[in-house]
């Protein structure tokens, strides 16, 4: 017996890891500890750590009556105690009392912290790598990035001498490839959620985890990362707790709001639902699901026909802890922030006063007829939510709403019905913003507008109907039009300044593609096979169109144009998905710097006129080279087989004939032309 005894003896856990300290508890007297003790059960519950109340020890002090202002709990077991610390540290209980939890047996080691002080060693500065450090190029390039098969590749793109290949990488994305707004970041998207890239040598910057991640959205000034999954989140105990995870009151929803600098979880939501829709029927959700406004101070999300949520940034808390109730709305935008309003800002932000006019956010959005009620569009200031225009609206079916990049002009595109709603036709609305009053003027059409673009840093736009293109001036509505062909869509350029460049592309299967430049006239025409996508350079000079293999797999591949239609390169590739170009951030030069620049641009352009030339000699100089190389490896080969041949004549015995030994000599004679100088003069008449 003595010796089975110690074979089946059973080890008991006498540990302390099940029980946790939750500090900062209201000091109460024993007549509310029933109640306080059904709170925190709830409380703790409610994040997923379930706790009865005979599980809460609560110590007294036996001088006043009352609690100490901490408790201990059971949690059963260790894993469990480890979940209710991550869920419940740092939760505010109330407007007064935070709950801080730790360990029962973590309480022992910070009593017995040995006090001895130990010299802290310095870490070693290892500097990082700047993330913008590609507008640094001597060249002044630009960047792309390519995605085929499995390889993701990022390009330098200039004169043909100095295009290459900046970087390449197998795997490096699983669904898609995005750049941030600004260029800083390279964001990829994989099956654990979203990692960001940058700087010279694209190390990782930061990473999200939202698994099974569809679809990403920044804010316009990179602060921060929206992310979308079609699987609601789940949170299970066995996974890591933090700032960067989820947690338990996270479970079933579809969005998430995550800080870009310190990677943390600023908030998720459910995926939006209108009222009184089946949650079982399919519909396509409006993305992106969460608007910013310009200066990244707000964000917000529509609940269809009931109200616009605004949430400040960072703390993710609702404005003012009320949405804006209005029923019926629709949709939404933003009030673009345009380099005036960038400059008053930053003024106000290093001036100890701020200005007295200092333009606040504005918000537009739309609501639709109801019974009696006339459709209605409204200008909303933000965040004093004074409504400073409304527009009442009558026969409509849609509205669009387009706002001019540098926050001007608002077009709304007011698609409407006859009486007897059997055709419908176009009006557009334009408010001018910056004026008194809000002034609005109508342009009407007679016929339905398919797509609309504003010019770039101008006045003027340009839309796509079902018979021609116009292109229309708001000071002068009268406008003027060009009669062309059918077409899908217009990019505009993104940068160019004092005229209107734009591809038109046409629904036929060639991909004919057409671009118009100032004054309207056709700058050149070519065909790309099954093109899918175009898309506008940041400097406005070149255009890529690409056949995407996501829409077809008819000669997949891009080719890259020059703003007159000329073809610089071609590339057919198998596989081929995805082309974009990296933006660039808004230049740090002030508006007089600019204008000075222009002003003295023929000096500039000096420089450059030198580079190209040198540029054109360089090239010469190379191909020269290589014909002289060629000739010189042919005059060499022919002395050799005639070498060859009189030494084999040798050998039999044959006599030379005269002058066939020897080598015969050639005159090759090149004539090179030189400019020496060329000079511009202007006649005055």
């Not at 009620?373 to 200008?379: C, D, E, F, S």
């Not at 398919?450 to 009268?478: H, L």
């Amino acid at each position: 017996m003595l010796i089975i005894a110690p074979r089946y003896h059973v080890a008991l856990d006498d540990g302390l890891d099940n029980v946790i300290v939750v500090d900062g508890v209201p000091v109460i007297d024993k007549s509310k500890l029933d109640k306080l003790l059904v709170k925190i059960s709830k409380e703790f519950t409610k994040k997923g750590a379930a706790l009865k109340p005979e599980n809460i020890f609560v110590p007294w002090d036996n001088g006043t009556e009352k609690s100490k202002g901490y408790l201990f709990v059971d949690a059963g077991s260790a894993d469990a105690a480890t979940y209710a610390i991550n869920a419940m540290h740092g939760h505010p209980f109330d407007s007064k009392h935070t709950f801080f939890v730790n360990r029962f047996v973590e309480i022992e080691q910070y009593a017995n912290i040995d006090e001895t002080y130990v010299e802290h060693k310095t870490e070693e500065f290892h500097p990082k790598e700047h993330l913008r450090a590609w507008l640094a190029d001597p060249q002044g390039r630009d960047q792309y990035v390519i995605y085929r098969g499995d390889d993701v590749e990022i390009h330098w793109h200039g004169k043909p001498s100095q295009c290459e290949v900046a970087y390449s990488k197998k795997n490096w994305t699983e669904l898609y490839a995005s750049w941030s707004p600004l260029g800083t970041y390279f964001a990829t998207l994989f099956r654990q959620g979203v990692r960001l890239w940058g700087g010279p040598s694209w190390e990782p910057q930061q990473r999200f985890a939202h698994p099974f991640v569809k679809l990403i959205d920044f804010s316009p000034c990179e602060n921060y990362l929206v992310t979308w999954s079609h699987d609601p989140i789940a949170v299970s105990p066995a996974l890591p707790q933090g700032p960067e995870y989820f947690s338990p009151e996270d479970e079933g929803n579809n969005i998430a709001v995550w800080d870009v600098k310190s990677g943390h979880l600023l908030r998720t939501f459910p995926t939006s639902l209108f009222e009184n829709e089946d949650p079982s029927m399919k519909k396509q959700m409006q993305w992106p699901a969460l608007k910013w406004s310009a200066d990244d101070k707000f964000v917000a999300r529509v609940t269809a026909g009931q109200q616009i949520s605004v949430y400040e940034l960072p703390s993710m808390g609702l404005h003012d802890k009320k949405s804006l109730k209005i029923e019926g709305v629709v949709d939404y935008e933003w009030c673009p922030h345009g380099d005036k309003d960038r400059e008053d800002s930053e003024k106000a932000t290093k001036a100890d006063k701020p200005p007295k006019k200092a333009r606040e956010n504005m918000l537009a959005y739309w609501t639709p007829e109801v019974a009696n009620q006339p459709a209605r569009v409204t200008l909303l200031e933000f965040p004093s939510r004074q409504i400073l225009r409304q527009k009442n609206l009558f026969h409509v079916t849609e509205c669009k709403l387009y706002w001019q990049n540098h926050g001007d002009f608002l077009c709304v595109k007011v698609d409407r019905h006859t009486k007897t709603k059997k055709s419908i036709f176009c009006n557009l609305e334009i408010f001018r913003v910056r004026e008194k009053d809000f002034p609005v003027e109508v342009v009407e059409l007679k016929d339905t507008v398919t797509d609309f673009s504003w010019e770039p840093k101008g006045e003027r736009f340009a839309i796509v109907s079902s018979i021609f293109i116009n292109w229309i001036a708001p000071k002068t509505i009268s406008g003027f039009y060009i009669h062309s062909h059918p077409a899908r869509a217009i990019p505009f350029d993104g940068h160019r300044e004092g005229g209107m460049w734009s591809s038109l592309l046409e629904e036929r299967r060639e991909g004919q593609m057409a671009e118009w430049g100032t004054g309207i006239q056709q700058l050149g025409s070519a065909d790309h096979y099954g093109v899918t996508d175009v898309e506008w350079d940041p400097s406005g000079r070149y255009l890529a169109t690409s056949a995407s293999a996501w829409r077809h797999t008819l000669e997949n591949g891009y080719a890259i144009w020059d703003f007159r239609g000329q073809e610089l390169e071609k590339h057919i590739l198998d596989r081929f998905k995805q082309f974009i170009w990296r933006p660039r951030p808004r230049p740090l030069l002030t508006r007089e710097q600019q204008r000075q620049i222009r002003r003295n641009l023929k000096e500039y352009s000096r420089t450059f006129d030198e580079e190209d030339a040198a540029e054109e000699s360089n090239v010469s100089a190379e191909l020269i080279a290589h014909r002289k190389r060629l000739v010189d490896e042919w005059n060499a080969w022919r002395a050799r087989c005639k070498r060859d041949i009189a030494d084999e004549k040798r050998s039999r015995g044959q006599r030379l004939e005269r002058g066939r030994g020897e080598e015969e000599k050639e005159e090759i004679e090149e004539w090179i032309d030189e400019v020496v100088e060329q000079i511009e003069e202007e006649v005055v008449e």
